[in-house]
């Protein structure tokens, strides 16, 4: 069942909340609506679950009129980060809830529900806590509760908005890697909402970043992480060090940063440079464009080293990420200086200098000759 939302809006008062939101989802998808408070996620997901009506667009289910149906004939299964269990049935009158309020032709018999119910706790670990009450169980189990009642009814789609949003940060992980298995298993179009980067980088097959009511760029996660499309996107996703680029004479400068070349040919006067911590080289040879760098600080982060480094040509202070052992090989240590210079960036070309400059294009810059980190 492909899902085609088309030119979506929605406005509160005089605020669009959704802006022109277009998009597609292919059957059996993981998509991941990203995006921080206030982007438009929850009201693109309450607009999907029936709960909420754009005020333009239209969303086709294999070409038939999603919208115009009620919410429950949608055949969706939703979980909410807060979506309260019924405190007064046990876990397994929780997850029959759906099935048992069906109209009586549609119902299935007591025995079939028992047996569904069985199995969906099977499914979501819980084998055995069928008996006992939502306050005897722990958040997480409480979030799976959620999701296999959503699940009883068999739904085409599934919506979770932030359902791991209220659960400490090592149950989050492992209960992401359990629904990324799930979903697997079911192959079950699901749509998740999340502000939470790492978990739609780790979960979605493709993560749509929101922004102010629009989306900003659709792809994989290699895709939004490595080619961002937008200044947004590259803030947004990971850490990332922003540089002014000035472009005179057909060559692009930050400081004694040279790229080679101008792929503008001289359009534009301003850009701006994003560099990922760790396409930093350090140890740069002097035959090669880069910047003297002072390091400041050196945080051991696991197999990862954070450097801070601070650049006064620029006046800038720069993050580089590498490895444990380059620490030593390098030489490194708090109040050395460094040849330093981007091993790739992403460079938008900008109207002028600032925060409300307005992107004119993109270059996906890649140093032409090997420089070592
Ligand atoms: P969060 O991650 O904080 O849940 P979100 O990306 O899900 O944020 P939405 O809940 O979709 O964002 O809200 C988008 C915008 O619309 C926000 O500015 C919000 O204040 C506004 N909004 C949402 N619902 C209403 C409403 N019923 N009345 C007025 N404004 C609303």
């Known amino acids: 069942m492909t899902l085609e939302l088309s030119h979506l809006s929605r406005r509160f008062t005089d605020f669009p909340a959704l802006d022109d939101v277009s998009l597609s989802i292919a059957p059996g998808e993981f998509l991941a609506l990203l995006g921080p408070s206030g982007s438009g996620k929850t009201t693109l997901l309450r607009i999907l679950a029936g709960l909420d009506y754009p005020d333009a667009g239209s969303v ?59 199995q969906l706790l099977k499914r979501v670990q819980l084998d055995g806590y069928g008996h006992r009450y939502p306050t005897q169980l722990s958040g997480g ?14 739904p085409d789609l599934l919506l979770l908005d932030e359902p791991f949003g209220a659960l400490d940060a090592q149950v989050r992980l492992t209960l992401r ?15 998740f909402v999340t502000h939470d980067q790492e978990e739609a980088l780790e979960l979605a097959d493709r993560i749509a970043v929101m922004n102010r009511g629009r989306i900003e760029q659709v792809g994989t996660p290699e895709a939004i992480y490595q080619q961002p499309a937008t200044p947004f996107v590259c803030e947004f996703i990971g850490k990332v060090n922003k540089l002014p680029v000035t472009c005179t004479d057909g060559k692009l400068a930050a400081g004694e940063w040279v790229l080679d ?8 006067a301003h850009a701006t440079a994003y560099v990922r911590p760790e396409h930093l080289a350090l140890g740069v040879p002097a035959n090669q464009p880069a910047w003297i760098a002072h390091l400041r600080h050196i945080y051991l982060a696991g197999s990862v080293v954070h450097l801070e480094l601070y650049v006064p040509a620029i006046d ?51 140093a032409q000759s090997t420089i070592f980190a």
């Open 261 to 268: 070349g101008d792929p503008w040919h001289g359009r534009h």
């Open 60 to 118: 086709h289910l294999d070409g038939h009129n999603f919208l115009a149906a009620q919410a429950r004939e949608r055949k969706i299964g939703l979980v909410f980060q807060h979506y309260a269990l019924f405190r007064h049935l046990t876990v397994a009158e929780n997850v029959a809830f759906g099935l048992r309020v069906r109209k009586r032709k549609l119902r299935p018999s007591k025995a079939a529900i028992t047996e569904r119910v069985d």
């Open 316 to 366: 800038q202070t720069l993050e580089a990420d590498i490895a444990g052992e380059d620490v030593a090989r390098l030489g490194l240590q708090t109040g050395v200086d460094l040849r330093v210079a981007p091993r790739s960036a992403v460079v938008f070309a900008i109207d002028k200098p600032g925060d409300d400059a307005t992107v004119q294009d993109r270059w996906m810059w890649q």
């Open 141 to 154: 189990q409480r979030q799976r509760v959620a999701l296999a009642r959503a699940l009883a009814v068999e």
């Open 177 to 191: 890697r359990w629904l990324r298995e799930l979903h697997e298993d079911l192959k079950l179009t699901t749509i």
